[in-house]
């Protein structure tokens, strides 16, 4: 049986069930610790991270959204901690540790696909690989740029990376190598055993048809068997999808495998086998026009309170099909437009009051100033006149809020303002 279900519940309980409206959320007295960031960060089973650094870097912003100004070294605590770890989950992402077994299979595509491409960098350069593993063997987890090697220059501009900084991320896609840690952004890299605890060292190896993480598998490791590969591989995606769900609360297949980065032929499996297990309940959401999937733990709110900016890699709207569907929201991020092409402005934020996407706001943190600037500052046509001073008046509250965060002292437009929102007013 499909249940009915309203547009206007089922973006509830997609909000709900990102963290939005529940009674934690914002409410603390005091500014929010691990003791609310690690039920909100398991919640959401992933924080994307983007080099993009003009506002803030987007892992620190969903949580920022959610819990309200917090302490940047207590999500740092919690991300660079033994907890979490970094892999390719939905792009490059903070995942929980327990997580990344669950990815063994993606490792394992990552290397097969390279090693059956005569024309690879790995195939073209297996020396490289071996002498980068040792390396880091004898002196422990370090970013490139502490490795000395004669190829270790870039080979030009932006993504010119050299020959030991694409071993070195082949390695980590390969899960042969494991992030390490950040300093100042940059990426550090371990082998699986030096970062790893053993139980994950071995989940890693029950999942992986390639022998887990730390290497190609072992001579007998073939004997395992393309079926207990497939039987690892479809427990995987029932687990990932699992997770998604919880995420996302409602869903549709695209939803539910772009969470993850999955395809949907491996997903829709997965939604089968766990729609027969009655963790998800098929609904038809008005408007929505295809099959969709409610968690059954997902929480139905009847209304939702927030005021937040939401990073471009937010997952309420990293999807934007699904943006779309959810608060008819047409959104592009514009960072890589050309500035007489773009419409809106280089780093723009959606802006949720309550359950609606109700604008979007262009800011740039001016550290060296002090400043929050806000370039431009954009309301929905859809949205009421009536209604423009009070989502102003709330969105300059955020914007406030956002600058005392970010240890600046002021939010100043860029006049003449950009767009068609009123000039954020001072906080009450």
């Known amino acids: 049986m499909v249940d009915p279900m309203s547009a206007g519940l089922a973006r509830r309980v997609a909000l709900g069930a990102q963290g939005f409206g529940s009674p ?39 949580v920022f959204a959610r819990l309200g100004a917090y302490p940047k070294a207590e999500l740092d605590r919690l991300t660079y901690g033994p907890r979490m770890i970094e892999y390719w989950a939905h792009v490059a992402s903070f995942i929980p540790l327990t997580t990344l077994p669950l990815l063994a299979w993606r490792m394992d595509d990552y290397r097969a696909s390279a090693l059956a491409d005569a024309n690879s960098w790995a195939n073209a350069n297996p020396r490289m690989i071996a002498w980068l593993k040792s390396e880091l063997a004898e002196k422990g987890p370090m ?58 060292l071995a989940a890693l190896a029950e999942r992986s048809f390639l022998g887990g993480a730390g290497g190609a598998a072992a001579d007998g490791a073939a ?13 995987s995606m029932r687990e990932l999808v699992s997770l998604s769900a919880r995420a996302l609360g409602v869903g549709t297949v695209g939803d539910l495998a772009d969470y993850f980065r999955l395809k949907t032929a491996d997903a829709l499996p997965a939604i089968r086998a766990l729609e027969d297990t009655g963790e998800l309940l098929p609904v038809a959401v008005d408007g929505w026009g295809r099959p969709s999937w409610l968690h059954r733990d997902a929480r139905l709110p009847r209304r939702i309170e927030a005021a937040a900016v939401l990073s471009p890699f937010d997952p309420v709207v990293w999807r934007r099909e699904r943006a779309e569907r959810l608060f008819d929201f047409h959104y592009r991020i514009e960072i890589y437009t050309p500035e007489p092409k773009r419409i809106f402005g280089y780093y723009v934020l959606p802006v949720l009051i309550d359950e609606r996407v109700v604008g979007r706001v262009d800011l740039k943190s001016d550290r060296k100033a002090g400043i929050l600037r806000v370039p431009s500052a954009w309301i929905e046509p859809r949205v009421s006149p009536a209604d423009h001073p009070a989502i102003a008046a709330r969105l300059a509250t955020v914007l406030h809020t956002a600058a005392a965060w970010q240890n600046l002292d002021a939010v100043t437009p860029t006049l003449p303002l950009r767009g068609t929102f009123a000039t954020p007013s001072p906080p009450p």
């Open 24 to 62: 934690a959320a914002g409410s603390a007295t005091s500014a929010p610790g691990l003791r609310q960031l690690t039920p909100l960060v398991s919640k959401l089973a992933l924080l994307q991270i983007d080099s993009v650094n003009v506002f803030e870097r987007s892992h620190y912003l969903p």
């Open 143 to 200: 970013p490139a740029s502490a490795i000395e090697h004669e190829s270790n220059r870039r080979n030009g501009p932006w993504w010119g990376w050299s020959d030991v900084k694409i071993g070195l991320e082949t390695l980590f896609r390969w899960g042969e190598v494991v992030a390490a840690g950040r300093t100042r952004f940059e990426r550090s890299y371990g082998l699986p055993e030096q970062m790893l605890p053993e139980a994950i």
């Open 223 to 235: 004997a395992v068997g393309a079926g207990a590969a497939g039987l690892a591989r479809a427990e």
